[in-house]
């Protein structure tokens, strides 16, 4: 009898190990599409069902709550658990109707009128309405969820109103007009109220979803639902049945029977395992990571695609801050060459930017003149000049700002002080330690003493946003979306990240002035080309102005297993996860892989 | 016995011939602005981790004495010889300026090759900056560091041990307290957190004080605790307590007796202490708490190796890793025989 007991508890454990072991028994089979649902028909994808995703994430996801992640290793999985409202096609970087069929804009731009879509449900079945839009919405303006998200639902300070019209009918509510106000919708999951409402009532929300939560608790309108997770390893997605995207065919969505994020802990660990065919996705690679796989591209059989330049851009900064009673003396000393313009021209002419493209992005990169870069088609300022680089014109800048030179051929300031100044970046963004060397050799041929200091990444912003303990800076910024209006907190005096000169009560300079007058006006435009043309302006002044001397922006660079068929990366993050519904493997054989 | 007196005489052989190769190497180091061919900070922007090149005694019309080189062209990802031009090694050449020993400015270097092209023996690192140079000048970095930390430990060592092995008693256990405290310091860490405190800028000849001194204060407990025992041992030997009970002072007694007897462990420690010193430079400068870009050291040249991309396409990086195994190993080599020598005596 004893013996029974124990062989049935040991089929029973052996059952349990087989079906928490790689094979993936049990996925749900996608729906047939019913009558009444309006289902987003997707033309021109055609795909297979079946088969895993893995992708290696360089950190482990810190939360599956939508309203309050603030990290990339979140976002990527939370992006594939939940969908928006209006989502930004990241291949044509147009807003494209998602859980919202279509959308009405009022005459006066400051009132939306979406129309929901009928029939869709949420990964456990229940059904999605109007009230789970309001609901969402509630949370992410909440003040006391503090959602890092919140601050751009705030126009002018004050927040948008959301009212539900009927069970399928929502009115968004601007304080005021609103350029592009639905590229805003990207990024704002909804969230399901018969699940955390009680949660919110309770006061708990920030505790809601984290990665503790069983999976029956979770449920999103993404193409995937939580099926796992194991501490350390790994978190499983798999298909969520009642998807509301089909084919062209009219099949559900996704192809894929699930997904699987791999935590590996570096970007150089990623890539090994990608390298070791572990991983079927990866992106944010870098140059040389990049072209040591294409080195053993034959071998590996893998698709790599470089993308063009990204929207990031990599520049200098130097401390504007007003230092006054700050207690650092040394620092305020060294603004008086920092604020001249023509010192920062002369920094301008000097830099080797060819130099950088070759050397630190291997080529791989675009030389970057102002905020914004080649890559992004619609808003950049084609006719602002590209003035090669000059040591001689720059000397000629710094002798009519009054610098010289002493006999050891340092600069020398109208005081007779020796201009030497550090450089801080952070030492583990190896790109921008290579930047600042370069730098530092550029700028010594005019005679400045430069020193470059690497320091930890939460050092850096500490002294940027904090203490303003440092001369100049080597940063990035930027990336998000191709919109003007994501820049607003760096251009505008009162931003947030007007790295140069934080917490400026009223603009510093007239030009700054002008800058704000019309990143304001261009956000209340609806029209495309009067914003542009504000913008191009806003563009000038920056250049003419130098708060920023822009060095340069690197490619975006994606590689996938040869075996994933529509591999479609973008240059909007996220890069190549985006279409995850779309994505299926190929039986083998089927198609040749190649470097596009 | 002449058995015993042959091995004496190898193991004499060896110590000399280990301390010329030494001398040879250090004089190598010493003398970087001459033996090196370029400015090691020198940025050759055009030839971004160029291979090393090549040099050629054999071509199409037989051997030559003269070695000869060919330009590296770039090629796709890497670079490939311009077979077309070939172009004499020349020595004794006027190149870069810099300061002889820092007294006599001169341009004269070992070897070089004619402008435009460029000579890398042992390639060139992300910046197209000659890594021969750089290996040769950033010795003189973590070769000196080492040996002035093994000064210091041995001073203070050496200090601490005999006045507690010697006086015993309180004295003893207020410093072996002191040195198991020194030994049982998260060093790592502390030293992180001293870069902290730190002003963002240090200039290099006071990071390379700071470098010596932290070295230093790490190891003398260890040091300490070997010379102590030696002393502890020596104090009780028949002669000291004669000269003691003849009225011979403490200092006396100690440098007649005691401190000889020290003299043999403090060779072979030096010796021991040296590669091991330089290796600690190295892992200090390769966590960033070394000498800053652009001035070379072994330490800061190896942390380009931190990415993978890195360490698996361009080996010849891992030059000064070479020459840190090198040197070591000629430490070593010479602490043992050192050992063996005063063993056999």
Not at chain 1, 286 to 311: I, M, W
Not at chain 2, 45 to 53: D, G, K, S, W
Request: charged share 20%.
């Amino acid at each position: 009898m004893k013996a029974i007991a124990l062989l049935s508890l040991l089929v029973c454990l052996l059952v349990c190990v087989c079906a928490a072991g790689t094979s993936f028994a049990g996925v749900p089979a996608p729906e047939n599409p019913g009558k009444n649902e309006e289902l987003d028909h997707v033309s021109g994808v055609a795909g297979q069902y079946g088969g895993l995703l893995t992708i290696g994430q360089r950190a482990e996801p810190k939360t599956l709550n939508p309203v309050t992640e603030s990290d990339s290793a979140s976002r990527e999985i939370i992006g594939r658990l939940n969908a928006d409202l209006i989502e930004i096609n990241r291949y044509t970087q147009n807003t494209a109707p998602a859980l919202a069929k279509s959308w009405k804009t009022s005459a006066d731009g400051r009132t939306f009128t979406l129309q929901l879509r009928k029939g869709v449900r949420f990964s456990d079945g229940h059904p999605f309405d109007a009230d789970d839009v309001v609901f969402s919405f509630a949370l992410y303006m909440d003040e006391a969820i503090d959602s890092p998200q919140r601050d751009l639902l705030m126009i002018d300070g004050k927040p948008m109103t959301v009212t539900k019209v009927d069970a399928y009918t929502v009115r968004f509510t601007l304080p005021r007009p609103y350029a592009a106000a639905e590229r805003l919708f990207d990024g704002f999951p909804i969230l399901p109220k018969h699940l955390l409402e009680k949660q919110y009532k309770e006061g708990k929300f920030a505790q809601a979803w984290s990665l503790n939560t069983p999976a029956s608790q979770i449920a999103g309108l993404g193409p995937f639902r939580l099926k796992q997770y194991v501490p350390g390893q790994q978190i499983v997605l798999e298909r969520n049945p009642y998807y509301w995207k089909t084919d062209s065919m009219d099949h559900r969505l996704p192809y894929l029977d699930g997904l699987v994020f791999v935590s590996v802990g570096s970007e150089d660990a990623q890539v090994l395992r990608f390298e070791a065919g572990e991983t079927d996705v990866i992106s944010r690679l870098n140059s040389d990571n990049y072209n040591l796989l294409v080195k053993e591209e034959p071998r590996a059989g893998s698709q790599l695609v470089d993308l063009g330049p990204s929207l990031e851009y990599n520049f200098l900064v130097f401390n504007l801050n007003d230092l006054s009673g700050k207690g650092l003396e040394a620092v305020a000393r060294k603004q008086a060459w920092f604020r001249d313009l023509k010192f920062r021209q002369a920094i301008n002419s000097a830099v080797d930017r060819e130099g950088i493209v070759r050397l630190v992005y291997g080529s791989r990169g675009s030389a970057l003149w102002g905020n914004v870069g080649p890559g992004n088609k619609h808003w950049v300022n084609q006719a602002l000049p590209h003035p090669k680089r000059s040591l001689e014109n720059a000397r000629q800048l710094l002798k009519s700002a009054g610098f010289s030179w002493n006999r050891s051929g340092q600069l020398v300031d109208k005081s007779g002080q020796t201009v030497e100044f550090t450089i801080v970046t952070s030492s583990s963004n190896a790109q921008r330690m290579k930047m600042a060397t370069l730098l530092q050799d550029d700028l010594s041929h005019l005679g400045m003493q430069v020193h470059v200091v690497p320091l930890e990444f939460r050092a850096v912003i500490d002294r940027i946003f904090q203490s303003f303990d440092y001369d100049a800076v080597i940063m990035g910024l930027g990336g998000g979306d191709a919109d003007p209006n994501p820049e607003m907190n760096v251009w505008m005096s009162n931003g947030t990240s007007h790295l140069w000169n934080l917490g400026e009560k009223q603009p510093a300079t007239a030009w700054e002035r002008e800058i704000d007058q019309l990143m304001q006006q261009q956000m209340v435009t609806l029209d495309y080309r009067k914003r542009k043309q504000m913008y191009d302006r806003v563009q000038q002044l920056i250049a003419d102005n130098l708060p920023f001397i822009f060095l340069a922006t690197p490619n975006i660079l994606a590689g996938a297993d040869a075996r994933v068929g529509n591999f479609r990366p973008a240059v909007l993050d996220p890069y190549t996860l985006w279409n995850a519904d779309e994505l299926y493997i190929r039986s083998s054989g089927t198609q040749s892989a190649g470097v596009r | 016995m002449p058995a015993e007196r042959r091995l004496a005489k190898g193991v004499r052989a060896k110590v000399a011939a280990l301390v010329g190769a030494l001398a040879i190497l250090h004089l190598a180091i010493l003398c970087a602005g001459f033996i090196s061919p370029y400015d090691p900070t020198m940025q050759n922007r055009e030839f971004p981790y160029a291979p090393p090149t090549r040099l050629h005694l054999i071509d199409a019309t037989g051997f030559h004495l003269h070695p000869y080189i060919y330009a590296w062209t770039p090629a796709g990802v890497g670079y490939q010889e311009d077979r077309t031009v070939p172009y004499p090694l020349r020595f004794f050449v006027r190149g870069d300026p810099y300061t002889f020993l820092g007294l006599l400015e001169t341009n004269l270097h070992l070897f070089g090759i004619d402008d435009p092209q460029k000579v890398f023996l042992l390639g060139t690192d992300a910046f197209g900056r000659d890594v021969f140079s750089r290996v040769i000048w950033g010795g003189q970095i973590s070769v000196a560091a080492g040996i002035v930390a093994t000064a210091f430990t041995l001073m203070v060592g050496s200090f601490v041990g005999v006045i507690a092995g010697y006086f015993g008693g309180w004295i003893d256990e207020t410093l072996m307290g002191t040195t198991e405290l020194f030994l049982s310091l998260p060093w790592l860490y502390f030293l992180l957190g001293v870069r902290a405190f730190l002003p963002l800028h240090v200039s290099p000849a006071r990071t390379f004080l700071l470098l010596t001194c932290v070295i230093g204060l790490i190891g003398w407990a260890r040091l300490a605790r070997i010379v102590r025992g030696v002393v502890l041992s020596a104090r009780t030997r028949n002669y000291v307590a004669a000269a003691q009970g003849f009225g011979g002072s403490h200092l006396y007694v100690l440098r007649r007796h005691i401190l000889p007897e020290t003299f043999s462990v403090l060779l072979t420690q030096a010796a021991l202490l040296v590669p091991r010193y330089i290796a600690a430079e190295v892992a200090l400068s390769f966590f960033g708490l070394g000498v800053s870009e652009p001035a070379p050291s072994w330490g800061n040249m190896l942390g380009e190796l931190q990415q993978y991309s890195v360490l698996i396409s361009y080996g010849w990086l891992l030059a000064p890793a070479a020459a840190l195994f090198v040197t070591s190993v000629m430490y070593f080599l010479l602490a043992d025989a050192l050992h063996s020598r005063l063993e056999s005596r």
